[in-house]
């Protein structure tokens, strides 16, 4: 699955900054700046609950960035 991430953001010329856990057999994260990537196995998600780490975080609508980006 995050293979299948890159490859695509790839073929639009987007390029990850950062990558970590390929090595790893639970979670691998695809950083590329204003969006980060979390790839997990059910008991990685269930261990980490990113959702409840981050549920003071403000929400964002990101619909008008999608759909420029799919316009280019």
Known sequence: L???VEF???QDG???LH???YDS???ILLDYGTVVVH???REARDTYDLERL???GEKCDITEIID???AE
């Open 2 to 4: 995050a293979g299948e």
């Open 68 to 70: 420029n980006t799919e």
């Open 54 to 56: 981050w549920a003071d």
């Open 8 to 10: 695509e953001l790839d």
């Open 39 to 41: 790839v997990f196995t």
């Open 14 to 16: 987007i390029k990850p």
């Open 25 to 27: 057999d639970s979670w």
């Open 19 to 21: 990558i970590e856990g």
